[in-house]
């Protein structure tokens, strides 16, 4: 063992007469290791609700949009779709239409944004059909060509011996409605459930001798889903990819094409690509920017707990300061001796340094240990709960990560070794003859 590391580690051990500088001292291990674990814990609660979000966000929408810009829709679409599913980094591809609408169940209303989507597509680039609860969206997948159409709405036309307001009638007339799928949420407020009929009406509107009137076609609910993102499960409605064609009257044009990239984070890269790919009059879109006002405020929420619970180790190191003046204050005789013996400044300077180095070693080490083990604890037992209905989450998720706790333990010995710099110095100025004088 180094002299200076020796001599520290002895005066950290305080004789009964100096037992209340060893108090301080046992107070400033404690601060230090309840700021680090605090900053592991409040990361690890940070870390988990972004990735939480993350993962239902990509769980619900798809990696890259590409749409037509100053367009209605783009048109030729499958043989677009097979050339660019063949692109670099590109894992799947669905076509799907997005248009505003209003849903109306009796005198309950609600805009919406309604979704038209081929299932068999939609599965490869997201998992929003997996999110349905209550029902099922089988009743999306689009019937087979051969199958014969009746006429009609939803393509039922009733016998000539059939009472339109017959029980039977009724029922085969609302199992022929187009199928949907509604939010959570919006179906809550519109008071609808699996088999509830309700109208969709297109603001576009049609053109008919009386004028421009609203195109509405009713539909049958068949499924309702639960994403866990509020602005999805209160606004979202999602069909077929045909039916919300007619509903539109856009024959055979969609919105936009969906991709699903092998990596996420080079989403930005992918989607300029297939821009260049598709042609000109072309425009795309990642779920980084959809989303960037979101991440930008947790990254933002996650720098203020950083300053914030920070302030912890920073009273810590002024307990350091406190404790290492004191010490600097009790030792001044032990110190004129060394010097007198030889001992140099600079040595003397790093004994002091050692022993606040040594305090923000061992409370960071008792800090991380236990920071790391109440993270642990919180997202194996889920310690915390939490209102589903208002977080979509019922406790709190807890994603610890090791960069995470090297930071910290680099900041804590940081604070607490600038902390060690002006007791060092007083420790170094002391005058062998000046302090021997009267003994």
């Known amino acids: 063992m180094r002299f200076e590391l020796f001599v520290a580690t002895r005066y950290l051990r305080a004789k009964r007469r100096q037992a209340f500088i060893g108090v301080i001292t046992g107070i400033s291990v404690a601060g230090v290791a309840a700021g680090v674990a605090s900053l592991v814990v409040a990361l690890a609660i940070n ?3 972004r990735q939480d979000l993350q993962n239902r966000l990509l769980g619900s929408t798809s990696h890259v949009n590409l749409l037509r810009i100053q367009s209605d829709g783009i048109s030729n679409w499958r043989p677009l779709m097979d050339r660019l599913a063949k692109m670099p980094h590109v894992v799947a591809t669905a076509p799907a239409i997005y248009e505003q609408v209003l849903v109306s169940r009796g005198p309950r209303a609600r805009g919406a944004v309604l979704k038209g989507m081929i299932p068999a597509y939609e599965r490869k680039v997201s998992d929003l059909l997996d999110s349905v609860k209550i029902g099922s969206a089988d009743a999306l997948n689009e019937p087979s060509p051969e199958a014969p159409k009746a006429a009609g709405e939803g393509g039922y036309t009733p016998r000539a011996n059939e009472s339109l307001t017959s029980l039977e009638g009724i029922q085969k007339r609302v199992a022929a409605m187009p199928p949907i799928v509604l939010g959570k949420d919006m179906a809550e407020n519109l ?25 509405y076609l009713r539909f049958r609910v068949v499924g309702i889903f639960n994403s866990g993102f509020y602005d999805y499960d209160s606004s979202w409605a ?6 919300a064609q007619r509903l539109f009257g856009l024959g055979d044009l969609i919105s936009v094409l969906e991709f699903k990239v092998d990596d996420i984070y080079k989403a930005g890269d992918v989607g300029k690509a297939l821009e260049q790919a598709a042609g000109p009059g072309f425009m795309s879109t990642s779920w980084m920017e959809q989303s960037k006002a979101l991440f930008r405020a947790l990254r933002l929420e996650r720098v203020v707990t950083f300053i914030t619970i920070g302030l912890i180790v920073f009273v810590a190191a002024l307990n350091i300061l406190i404790s290492l003046t004191m010490m600097v204050m009790e030792k001044t005789k032990d110190i004129a001796v060394l010097m007198s013996m030889g001992t140099r400044k600079s040595q003397v300077r790093r004994m002091f340094v050692a022993q606040g180095v040594l305090i923000g070693v061992i409370g960071t080490a008792i800090g991380l240990v236990l920071g790391y083990a109440i993270s642990w604890a919180g997202g194996h037992y889920h310690l915390i709960s939490l209102s589903p209905e208002v977080y979509s989450i019922d406790y709190v998720p807890f994603a610890p990560r090791g960069i995470d706790g090297a ?22 100025r002391i005058l062998p003859a000046e302090a021997l004088r009267y003994e």
């Open 191 to 215: 008071g609808a459930t699996v088999g509830s009929v309700v109208m969709l009406t297109s603001p576009q509107g049609e053109l008919t001798p009386f004028g421009m009137v609203p195109k």
């Open 47 to 49: 870390n988990g609700f």
């Open 238 to 243: 999602f069909t077929r990819l045909s039916d």
């Open 407 to 428: 930071l910290v333990a680099l900041v804590a010995v940081g604070i607490s070794f600038i902390a060690t710099m002006y007791p060092s110095w007083s420790a170094a």
